[in-house]
């Protein structure tokens, strides 16, 4: 019991500490006025431009840099953002959330423009918000333009969706004619971060002075966790009417972390693997028998499981979803003792097992939690769905919930 103590507080400390621990890294810090300087920039997984960044100064203290004082701040090796007085649209572009007709709305706005890419002509900036993401490009000393993107559902045409490509006019109006290339990338460009960065690197004949380094959609992340094990033993033997065992046990987990779609940042897959310890006990008693039995199980795991972030906000997502487990089990410590309950005085003596153990198994796990900047906090129950015992006539099953706590690397 203290061990189970002792890992029940290492998990809720674990998000304390890992918030405590904030990852900055050398940038360079543009003011308003042109002069420039090296800070230690505080670096998140920006999922949203961001409005204000932390700075760390050489005595150790912490100092903010927003839309007031900061023209441009970029971090070393990673991304970049830039102050822009722009005009938004918005409409939006995400299903099922589309409108039934055009939608023209602008609105002004002072922001953070992340730069994508950006060449001896045009630049490509996105702007990132809970309605959308827009991209941007910008001239050589001019101001940065929305590329215009809607999609609608024409009710009048039955529902039919109807997609409206201005983005492709104004990049065209970028290009000359010695550039056929970018011409054809045009025409088959969607909106989105990859066919549009083709598109700018082709208008600045493939010279590019910066590329925003894009995050990999993959991350290891390790954890922990504490499970909750129900064995229940039905059929004809004399065990079957025991009460189902209930075990606690922790085990540690690690795997990885695939976001499947960068740009939307809205459905991941874990791939996880684990391993636990369960020592089960069963009891049962009649008017003629009494009967106990006892065995230790191993079990790993991998688990590919799916997740939707129903929320999603920077550093706070809710997330659910459900997967597919395959379970690997090993078996130790298997004793079962029998009673003649009707014989006076009798003692309980060891028996011949005749049952087996199925050493694989597949369940399906369904997924619940919560995330907070790298740390996940996630709710899993699970139960498998074959038979894990082979005496004949009689069946046992397993249901497993489990909560747990891991660090995602990276994110």
Same mark, same amino acid.
């Given at each position: 019991?203290?061990?189970?103590?002792?890992?029940?507080?290492?998990?809720?400390?674990?998000?304390?500490?890992?918030?405590?621990?904030?990852?900055?890294?050398?940038?360079?810090?543009?003011?308003?006025?042109?002069?420039?300087?090296?800070?230690?920039?505080?670096?998140?997984?920006?999922?949203?431009?961001?409005?204000?960044?932390?700075?760390?100064?050489?005595?150790?203290?912490?100092?903010?840099?927003?839309?007031?004082?900061?023209?441009?701040?970029?971090?070393?090796?990673?991304?970049?953002?830039?102050?822009?007085?722009?005009?938004?649209?918005?409409?939006?572009?995400?299903?099922?959330?589309?409108?039934?007709?055009?939608?023209?709305?602008?609105?002004? #706005?002072?922001?953070?423009?992340?730069?994508?890419?950006?060449?001896?002509?045009?630049?490509?900036?996105?702007?990132?918000?809970?309605?959308?993401?827009?991209?941007?490009?910008?001239?050589?000393?001019?101001?940065?333009?929305?590329?215009?993107?809607?999609?609608?559902?024409?009710?009048?045409?039955?529902?039919?969706?109807?997609?409206?490509?201005?983005?492709?006019?104004?990049?065209?109006?970028?290009?000359?004619?010695?550039?056929?290339?970018?011409?054809?990338?045009?025409?088959?460009?969607?909106?989105?971060?990859?066919?549009?960065?083709?598109?700018?690197?082709?208008?600045?004949?493939?010279?590019?002075?910066?590329?925003?380094?894009?995050?990999?959609?993959?991350?290891?992340?390790?954890?922990?966790?504490?499970?909750?094990?129900?064995?229940?033993?039905?059929?004809?033997?004399?065990?079957?009417?025991?009460?189902?065992?209930?075990?606690?046990?922790?085990?540690?987990?690690?795997?990885?972390?695939?976001?499947?779609?960068?740009?939307?940042?809205?459905?991941?897959?874990?791939?996880?693997?684990?391993?636990?310890?369960?020592?089960?006990?069963?009891?049962?008693?009649?008017?003629?028998?009494?009967?106990?039995?006892?065995?230790?199980?191993?079990?790993?795991?991998?688990?590919?499981?799916?997740?939707?972030?129903?929320?999603?906000?920077?550093?706070?997502?809710?997330?659910?979803?459900?997967?597919?487990?395959?379970?690997?089990?090993?078996?130790? #410590?298997?004793?079962?003792?029998?009673?003649?309950?009707?014989?006076?005085?009798?003692?309980?003596?060891?028996?011949?097992?005749?049952?087996?153990?199925?050493?694989?198994?597949?369940?399906?796990?369904?997924?619940?939690?919560?995330?907070?900047?790298?740390? #996940?906090?996630?709710?899993?129950?699970?139960?498998?769905?074959?038979?894990?015992?082979?005496?004949? #006539?009689?069946?046992?099953?397993?249901?497993?919930?489990?909560?747990?706590?891991?660090?995602?690397?990276?994110?």
């Amino acid at each position: 019991m203290r061990t189970l103590k002792h890992y029940l507080s290492t998990l809720l400390l674990l998000p304390i500490t890992a918030f405590g621990q904030a990852t900055f890294k050398q940038g360079q810090v543009t003011a308003l006025n042109g002069t420039a300087r090296s800070a230690e920039v505080r670096v998140v997984n920006w999922v949203t431009n961001p409005r204000n960044f932390i700075l760390k100064a050489p005595n150790g203290t912490h100092e903010e840099a927003n839309l007031t004082n900061t023209a441009a701040i970029q971090v070393n090796g990673g991304r970049r953002f830039e102050r822009a007085v722009i005009r938004k649209s918005l409409n939006r572009i995400k299903y099922p959330r589309i409108p039934s007709r055009p939608d023209n709305r602008m609105v002004a #706005d002072t922001v953070f423009l992340e730069v994508l890419a950006e060449g001896g002509k045009v630049a490509l900036l996105s702007l990132a918000d809970s309605i959308k993401t827009r991209y941007f490009v910008r001239k050589t000393g001019g101001a940065a333009e929305e590329l215009r993107y809607q999609i609608y559902r024409a009710r009048e045409q039955g529902g039919t969706i109807i997609e409206i490509n201005t983005f492709r006019e104004q990049l065209t109006s970028l290009v000359n004619d010695s550039q056929p290339l970018a011409r054809a990338a045009i025409n088959r460009a969607t909106y989105n971060h990859n066919d549009l960065t083709e598109v700018v690197t082709l208008i600045n004949d493939n010279e590019i002075a910066f590329k925003a380094r894009r995050s990999s959609p993959v991350r290891f992340m390790a954890g922990a966790g504490v499970a909750h094990t129900a064995f229940t033993i039905s059929g004809e033997a004399g065990i079957a009417g025991s009460k189902p065992d209930q075990i606690i046990s922790v085990y540690p987990l690690i795997g990885v972390e695939w976001t499947l779609n960068p740009e939307r940042n809205n459905a991941i897959i874990h791939l996880t693997g684990q391993a636990s310890r369960a020592k089960a006990h069963f009891y049962s008693i009649n008017d003629r028998l009494e009967e106990t039995k006892n065995f230790t199980q191993w079990s790993y795991s991998l688990s590919p499981v799916f997740l939707y972030r129903l929320y999603n906000r920077q550093n706070f997502k809710i997330v659910a979803g459900a997967g597919f487990s395959a379970n690997w089990f090993h078996y130790s #410590d298997d004793r079962t003792t029998l009673r003649q309950v009707e014989l006076p005085g009798s003692k309980p003596i060891p028996a011949e097992n005749e049952d087996g153990f199925q050493s694989l198994s597949f369940s399906v796990p369904l997924r619940a939690g919560v995330s907070f900047g790298k740390i #996940d906090a996630m709710l899993t129950w699970s139960k498998e769905l074959t038979n894990l015992i082979t005496l004949v #006539d009689t069946s046992m099953g397993m249901s497993r919930t489990s909560v747990s706590l891991t660090y995602v690397f990276g994110r």
